[in-house]
C-alpha cells in the first residue's frame, strides 16, 4: 500500500520529535520517529485498524506519545493528513482534506 504524508504533517513530525529532543533528550526525539514510522507499518498492512473518525477520517494514536496519525484510506492509498496532538486544536487539519 502506498502512504502519501500531507507536507504539513511531516512538518508536525519534525516539530514534534525536535521539541522532545530539545526537553528530553536526542534519543526521545529519535524514539517519537520510530514510533511514528512503526506506526506507518502497522497501517500499511492493516489500514482499518485506525478507529473511524469524521467520515472517512480515521485515527491511530501512537503509544508512548499523545500524538495521532490523522488519515484516509482512498483505493490502495493511505493519505496522512496530520500528527495531531490529542488535546491540542481538534480538527485543525480538516482543510487538508479538502486537497486534490
Known amino acids: 500500500m502506498k502512504v502519501t504524508i500531507d507536507p ?6 519534525t516539530d514534534a520529535a525536535l521539541y522532545y ?3 528530553s ?3 526521545l526525539g529519535r524514539a517519537f520517529i520510530a514510533e511514528f ?3 506507518v507499518e502497522i497501517l ?10 469524521r467520515g472517512a477520517i480515521r485515527r491511530l494514536p501512537l503509544r508512548r506519545f499523545p500524538y495521532s ?3 484516509r484510506l482512498r483505493q490502495s492509498e493511505l493519505e496522512v493528513f496530520a500528527i495531531a496532538h490529542q ?11 479538502k486537497r486534490p
Open 8 to 13: 504539513e504533517a511531516e512538518l508536525e513530525l
Open 69 to 71: 496519525i490523522v488519515y
Open 25 to 27: 533528550g536526542a534519543d
Open 37 to 39: 514510522e512503526r506506526s
Open 21 to 23: 529532543a530539545r526537553e
Open 87 to 97: 488535546s491540542r486544536k481538534p480538527g485543525y487539519w480538516r482543510a487538508r482534506t
Open 44 to 53: 500499511r498492512a492493516n489500514p482499518t485498524l485506525g478507529a473511524p473518525w
